[in-house]
């Protein structure tokens, strides 16, 4: 480990420790519960995810937007963190509280009243839950989300977390933080059967299976981007994941999946779908770009240098023969359109989304000797006559299961949500509380 590293984790240790604590969710807790006022019927109240640069993010925000049935505050980081499109902007605000997830001084105690101060125009409170509710990225913001679900829900107000993943390996502030939403009454919309089941092991209240809040959104752009204006079927999307790319050479990994394709005669477009200084895609594909160039044969392979809205990622999506990606949501994405996508599991979130789709080769490990695996699934989908079908089945299940997310704001209603438990209780053996 370098010696940088080391400096970071040990300045880190102090806040962990207290963290652990459990002092500061208290006060923050206890500050949020005497700012917030009593329910309103202004608008609906979203805790957005990280964004800034991650299209997943922006999708998931989208979704919910579109649903809506009145104005969305949307709470981010910063400013920019989110872009709304022209159809969405006149339907929401964006309000910036950098500290109040994140910061621990003066400026996150305001943000946290700023918070209490929203929450009093309120319909309904609705945090975006996603991988990040877990505590395996980052506790903090993790538990902080939680807890804000709790006192709103505690307040009186409608309260749901919606579309997330658990990891088996969360730690106790993240597991007891998520008890304390659920028993106060905020609605728990686990996006995956596997991490419902694992919620629902740990005793808390509150859980409904459901499927992504993206499944909801079938909004086209027009056309594709100039970049792209050219493009003809029969074409692929291949995504490189910044991530995966910490401990795989996909450049190395790619090589069989993308000469099988061009073999086929099947064009490769090489689509970042996170884009930000960390686990950054673009690099990641522009890596397997070189691998391609070092081999001599870039001819019919397209690199994507930036970063597509959703509308836009479901448009390239609807025409595509097949698609590879490390990024959850442009499999969501593209799924939704038809498409089969092998999308590669690299924080157990993929498996369970994939039971819906009743085809579980979609989903491989990320690991050194994947490609030829990767291949042969690429094979499989393209040449089986009734993978449209089949893809297009699973489609229509997740999408009827994923409206529980948006019932509370205006859209679907409680036949989706008692649809949504029928389901997951027939396939599982057990009944959704909530």
Same mark, same amino acid.
């Given at each position: 480990m370098k010696l940088g590293s080391i400096r970071r984790r040990l300045r880190r240790l102090p806040r962990q420790v207290l963290d652990r604590s459990g002092l500061p969710t208290r006060r923050f807790a206890a500050l949020l519960r005497s700012s917030a006022g009593r329910p309103g019927e202004r608008c609906h109240v979203l805790? *957005? %995810?990280?964004? /800034?640069?991650?299209?997943?993010?922006q999708a998931m925000v989208e979704a919910f937007v579109a649903a809506a049935d009145r104005p969305v505050t949307i709470v981010t980081r910063n400013d920019d963190d989110l872009v709304l499109p022209p159809d969405l902007v006149g339907r929401a605000r964006i309000v910036a509280l950098p500290h109040l997830l994140y910061g621990d001084d003066h400026g996150h105690r305001g943000d946290v009243r700023a918070l209490g101060a929203l929450l009093g125009e309120a319909a309904t409170v609705s945090i975006i839950g996603a991988d990040i509710m877990d505590g395996v990225y980052s506790l903090r913001p993790s538990v902080r989300r939680s807890t804000i679900a709790a006192v709103a829900a505690e307040r009186g107000f409608d309260t749901s977390i919606i579309g997330f993943s658990w990891n088996?390996? *969360? %730690?106790?502030? /993240?597991?007891?933080?998520?008890?304390r939403a659920g028993t106060a009454g905020a609605r728990l919309l686990l996006r995956d059967p596997a991490s419902a089941a694992r919620v629902r092991d740990l005793g808390i209240p509150g859980v409904v299976e459901t499927a992504d809040i993206v499944f909801t959104d079938d909004r086209r752009a027009d056309r594709l981007p100039a970049a792209l204006e050219g493009l003809e079927p029969p074409y692929a999307l291949v995504n490189a994941s910044g991530l995966i790319a910490r401990t795989v050479d996909q450049g190395v990994e790619y090589r069989p999946v993308l000469a099988e394709l061009r073999a086929r005669g099947i064009h490769v477009v090489l689509l970042p779908h996170v884009l930000r200084r960390t686990a950054d895609d673009l690099a990641a594909c522009r890596g397997v770009l070189d691998a391609v160039r070092r081999d001599g044969w870039e001819?019919?392979?397209?690199?994507?240098?930036?970063?597509?809205?959703?509308?836009?990622?479901r448009r390239l999506a609807a025409s595509a023969s097949v698609v590879v990606t490390g990024r959850m949501h442009l499999a969501v994405m593209s799924l939704a359109q038809g498409v089969p996508a092998v999308t590669l599991a690299s924080q157990g979130k993929v498996e369970g989304l994939m039971r819906l789709f009743d085809w579980p080769e979609l989903c491989v490990s990320p690991r050194a000797g994947m490609g030829t695996g990767i291949r042969d699934v690429v094979v499989s989908a393209l040449d089986a006559h009734d993978a449209v079908d089949r893809v297009r089945r699973g489609a229509d299940r997740a999408r009827a299961l994923a409206r529980a997310n948006t019932e509370r704001i205006g859209?679907?209603?409680?036949?989706?949500?008692e649809r949504s438990d029928r389901f997951w209780g027939e396939r599982n053996g057990t009944h959704s509380t909530g």
């Open positions: 805790i *957005a %995810p990280p964004g /800034a640069g991650n299209i997943g993010d088996g390996a *969360a %730690p106790r502030p /993240a597991r007891d933080a998520l008890r001819d019919g392979v397209t690199l994507v240098e930036t970063m597509l809205g959703p509308s836009q990622i859209a679907g209603g409680r036949e989706d949500a």
